[in-house]
């Protein structure tokens, strides 16, 4: 107990936060590469990279310490999740590998047709993580077999179900939509009208993929939302999380993009934080075989660890947050281009 | 071919082309602090130029260390999930260690490292090189404590039974200092260092012989080789401490790098050679007596052979562990004689005039890959077949749910991926080199202002 909660809840929440983290913060970085190839001129595509060429590689070091969070803490989830998610996660992470080669190289040629190809692998490659990303989550989120081993008891072409696509496609459209508003932020003139347009459409893209998907959840997977139904004043995160997207199109239209990227980090924020209540205290869940589920209890590493786990949060949080706030504020503003930018 | 060897194949072919790249990190690192120091304490702008270059070749390399890092932190769970269960308590947090404070540290601040010359005030820029260097040894420290408990277990006990029998954490800073952790991150370090510095020497080498930027090309060889016999020499230190520390806690792998079987007799000390493991004998050129004395400072002593290790329980590849082993002593003690005939011929003041000692130095930037290859081989191969030494073994730590199918699937993919990745690191790299350190203008503002007095530029 720490504050009178207990610690595997306590790290059921740093576990949530970091992946929070990671889903804002590179988030806009594989929406804006998403996108990437909506940018017709070398001049403009050059500035999206540069835009995110300095901070991307803090914000993917979310995933890394999301990955050994739940190592740390919950063990049997980490073991299961990643043995039973093998094809996707693997397609997955060879994404991560060229989207990383991609930024790094592009710039390294000033041949046409060397930019071309690394501006297809690039945006390609964000649009795999971004759909093997949600395809995993609307697995998790939904639940999979597991067996009494708690280990996965089916065949990948399991992933591949109705909802699992539906939440894929949304999660890219939002990364897109945040992406784009992140870029209108650093750039100015014909390309900042550009993407003013195109983070218009990918709102609209994403409203209509979201509301598709709650309604299938409401329809189909009516179980999804018992939590909310018992607990009415949870109803706060859902009608909040309207607000903010609400909110986006609206900023939009405005020109204020700041409050429009705040408004789309704060739904990624609560779509998370609605699947973390409705998941709770599952971290994998078992639909065939309850008893099989993986929960913060039975997944969790000892109390001692769960201590060290808790002090070593208590102070690399903050170290972590001085550093990424220092690194942001050096690069804030609209893109300028010198001899060091790729 | 069987799940086992498939998914330690795949461990090894990752995390083996992964490694090429974090120890450059580290040891580029270093220098590039050294350059920078040097440029801010001087203004001279040679030192500015080397920086410079250096940050572009460094950015090329992290890049590639992240992004084949970033699979390693996975693989556990894909491929070895019982794995990740039994060690999960104490792995996981020092995993989770490194993240928060290494990783984090290390890839914000490069951001201004790499792009942020023109943004910050040069202290600043200074202050985050070295942050980026602390970040990358940092991010050795975790890595290596974790490895070493699976060499060395220390503080934890055993708790569950069967199927959820696993390792908890009963003294964290116990745990940390597990006894082969310090010799080992020590001599994680110290190769990760040469391996900086000989690519600096490489470099700066081919510049001198093809009579190209010798006026960066100088200076910077000479700090990449004091840097080198300094470290190459504390490597002796390190290693040998670390030998010590295998023949008490892991001895079944002491027995194996030298292809010792028999314990009633001395051990011998072999400079190359091979083993014989149907006959259990070791053959080559070899110091009789050689490993007791290391061990147990007296020639006569008998070792702990393999013959007292149950089959299971010792490992398999002796020949292998034997060769890797040797083969990492080998280029150490190269690495030494290299950095120390150079510094003997600085101080004679004939660096520079001995071709044929560029042309081997053009090349002594594979000794430190090789040697940190091999003796990571020798590390892993010779602590089979456990994954946690005495506790765990490997054939048992696998995730039941993956086939065979899926690891030849993710092999195939890895394997092509890195090959390209491999062959555009290669010709990026080369690119940069070819070009140098400066373009043809500002070679000639350095003609004109470098006549400074410093010691470090008169050779």
């Not at chain 2, 992240?66 to 390693?72: E, H, L, P, S």
């Not at chain 2, 200076?219 to 490597?235: E, T, Y």
């Not at chain 2, 079944?252 to 051990?267: I, N, Q, R, T």
Request: proline share 4%; aromatic share 16%.
């Amino acid at each position: 107990m720490f504050l009178g909660i207990d610690y595997n809840v306590w790290w059921y929440l740093v576990f949530g936060a970091v992946i929070s983290g990671y889903a804002i913060l590179d988030g806009f970085d594989l929406g804006a590469g998403a996108l990437h190839l909506f940018l017709n001129k070398e001049e403009s595509r050059r500035i999206a990279i540069n835009a995110i060429a300095p901070i991307w590689d803090g914000n993917e070091v979310w995933l890394v310490i999301g990955g050994g969070a739940l190592f740390a803490g919950f063990p049997v989830a980490y073991a299961a999740i990643f043995s039973a998610f093998y094809v996707p996660f693997m397609i997955f992470l060879v994404g991560l590998i060229f989207r990383g080669i991609a930024i790094e190289f592009r710039s390294k040629e000033p041949m046409l047709w060397w930019r071309k190809t690394w501006d297809i692998v690039y945006c390609v490659s964000c649009i795999i993580i971004s759909l093997s990303l949600g395809l995993m989550l609307g697995n998790v989120v939904q639940g999979l077999p597991l067996n009494g081993d708690k280990e996965f008891a089916a065949n990948w072409i399991f992933f591949f179900n109705p909802f699992g696509i539906m939440v894929s496609v949304t999660t890219l459209a939002l990364f897109m939509m945040h992406g784009a508003i992140y870029l209108t932020m650093k750039t100015r003139n014909r390309l900042y009208a550009k993407l003013h347009l195109l983070a218009n459409n990918f709102t609209i893209f994403f409203v209509i993929s979201f509301v598709i998907t709650t309604l299938y959840t409401l329809l189909f997977i009516p179980h999804l939302s018992d939590y909310f139904r018992g607990h009415p004043q949870l109803f706060i995160v859902p009608i909040l999380m309207i607000l903010c997207i609400a909110n986006i199109p609206r900023q939009i239209k405005r020109g204020k993009f700041r409050y429009a990227f705040l408004s789309s980090s704060a739904t990624i924020a609560l779509l998370l934080i609605m699947v973390a209540i409705e998941a709770f205290p599952y971290l994998l869940y078992s639909p065939q075989s309850p008893q099989n589920s993986i929960t913060i209890h039975n997944a969790a590493s000892s109390k001692e660890t769960m201590k060290i786990l808790l002090i070593i949060a208590l102070i690399g949080t903050p170290l972590v947050g001085i550093y990424t706030s220092f690194v942001f504020w050096t690069f804030k503003g609209k893109v300028k281009l010198d001899d060091m930018s790729y | 071919m069987d799940v086992e060897i498939l998914a330690r194949i795949q461990f090894a072919f990752t995390i083996g082309f992964h490694y090429i790249y974090p120890p450059l990190s580290i040891g580029l690192g270093l220098i590039l602090v050294i350059m920078e120091g040097l440029y801010l304490k001087t203004g001279n702008k040679i030192f500015e130029h080397a920086t410079r270059f250096w940050i572009r070749i460094f950015a090329l390399i992290f890049g590639i260390g992240v992004a084949t890092g970033i699979i390693m932190e996975f693989e556990f769970g894909t491929n070895w999930a019982t794995y990740s269960k039994y060690v999960g308590d104490i792995f996981g947090s020092a995993l989770a260690a490194e993240g928060i404070f290494a990783f984090a540290l290390e890839s914000g601040f490069l951001g201004i490292l790499i792009f942020g010359w023109n943004r910050v005030t040069p202290p600043v820029h200074f202050i985050s090189t070295i942050l980026v260097f602390f970040g990358s040894l940092f991010s050795a420290v975790w890595i290596v404590v974790a490895n070493s408990w699976q060499q060395t277990p220390a503080g934890f006990h055993i708790v569950g039974e069967g199927l959820n029998v696993r390792a908890e954490i009963t003294d964290f800073w116990a745990m940390v200092f597990n006894p082969s952790s310090v010799d080992r991150l020590l001599h994680v370090w110290i190769a990760a260092i040469l391996a900086g510095a000989f690519l600096v020497l490489s470099v700066n080498a081919w510049y001198i012989i093809k009579n190209k930027h010798l006026d960066i090309a100088r200076p910077s060889f000479k700090i990449a080789l004091v840097v080198a016999a300094i470290f190459s020499l504390l490597q002796l230190a390190t290693g040998h401490s670390s030998a010590k520390g295998v023949a008490q806690n892991q001895p079944a792998k002491l027995a194996a790098v030298e292809g010792h079987y028999d314990s009633s007799a001395k051990a011998d000390m072999f400079l190359f050679g091979y083993v014989d493991s149907k006959k259990q004998k070791a053959r080559g050129l070899f110091i009789p007596g050689g490993l007791s004395f290391l061990v147990y400072g007296n020639f006569d002593a008998p070792v702990r052979g393999l013959n007292s290790f149950k089959t299971g329980e010792r490992p398999s590849q002796v020949n292998a562990v034997f060769q890797f082993y040797h083969m990492m002593i080998a280029c150490g003690m190269i690495m030494i004689a290299l950095s120390i005939y150079g510094t003997y011929l600085w101080w004679r003041e004939k660096l520079f005039s001995k071709k044929w000692l560029m042309t081997i130095f053009v090349w002594s930037v594979l000794l430190p890959q090789i040697a940190n290859q091999a003796g990571w081989f020798t590390a892993e191969m010779g602590r089979q077949p456990w994954v946690v030494y005495g506790l765990l073994k490997t054939s048992d730590a696998l995730s039941k749910s993956v086939t065979a199918h899926q690891i030849v699937f993710s092999l195939v993919l890895f394997t092509l991926v890195y090959i390209v990745l491999f062959a555009l690191f290669l010709f990026l790299l080369n690119k940069k080199i070819t070009h140098g350190p400066v373009d043809d203008q500002s070679q000639d503002q350095i003609d004109s202002g470098s006549k400074r007095d410093n010691p470090i530029m008169s050779h």
